[in-house]
């Protein structure tokens, strides 16, 4: 499985986006990246996932380089609730998606009032 | 929809006593996953189920962790002898069988085991 790259830890002003970003250098054609927060004392919350195209939903942007060596997480405006472990997983498909996640320790992303 | 749960919450058992974790899955969420995790750390997979097989164990599962699912519905997780090293979160999640990609698992609040 491909390995990822986060920085430990980063803050955010309340009301800015918040930028998280990802190292996934050894990506396979067939791996997708996906992203997961863990709020305090919760479970792991899938937030989006992509292949090579960007993606938005109603909680994030995900932006994966052409080369698809990196991504970055996009929270266009932060708030308090947003304080939590990010997670970046490069995740294979096996033809038949099975393969439990592999987490790495993520990004403790602080938004500040 | 309900969501994962998980019971109990919380147990504190001592050392070499035998545990037992239940969890809920959203219904017909067809795979069920356990993981656990330990203070500083992101979770770690333990086993994986599609209905009731259980079709991939982690080498962190020892002989002392049992995992059933036997009804392709609710899913059990046995700890026997259980050792400090043991207290962690245990985390369940489910997803439903998807196109390639669509398959995002949903967690459950955890159970917290505290051996002491």
């Known amino acids: 499985d491909a390995k990822t790259t986060q920085p430990p830890s980063m803050d955010c002003a309340e009301g800015r986006a918040a930028n998280l970003p990802c190292n996934h250098s050894t990506i396979s054609g067939n791996e997708y990246v996906y992203w997961y927060r863990q709020i305090h004392s919760q479970g792991p919350q899938y937030i989006i996932h992509g292949l090579k195209n960007n993606e938005t939903n109603e909680m994030a942007s995900l932006i994966i380089t052409e080369d698809r060596k990196s991504s970055t997480l996009i929270l266009p405006h932060a708030t308090l609730r947003d304080t939590a472990v990010y997670y970046c997983?490069?995740?294979?498909?096996?033809?038949?998606?099975?393969?439990?996640?592999?987490f790495g320790k993520g990004t403790h992303l602080i938004i500040q009032p | 929809d309900t969501g994962v749960s998980q019971n109990p919450r919380h147990k504190i058992t001592k050392r070499g006593q035998n545990v037992t974790f239940r969890c809920d899955p959203i219904?017909?969420?067809?795979?069920l996953y356990w993981y656990r995790q330990t203070l500083g750390q992101g979770p770690e997979f333990l086993t994986y189920?599609?209905?009731?097989?259980?079709?991939?164990k982690s080498r962190l599962l020892s002989d002392r962790f049992s995992a059933e699912r036997p009804k392709g519905s609710f899913s059990t997780l046995e700890i026997q002898r259980t050792e400090q090293g043991d207290s962690a979160m245990y985390l369940c999640a489910s997803s439903p069988r998807g196109l390639a990609g669509q398959d995002e698992q949903y967690f459950g609040p955890g159970t917290r085991l505290t051996v002491t």
């Open positions: 189920f599609q209905n009731e097989a259980q079709l991939e």
């Open positions: 219904s017909e969420h067809n795979r």
């Open positions: 997983i490069v995740r294979p498909y096996s033809g038949g998606g099975a393969d439990g996640l592999t």
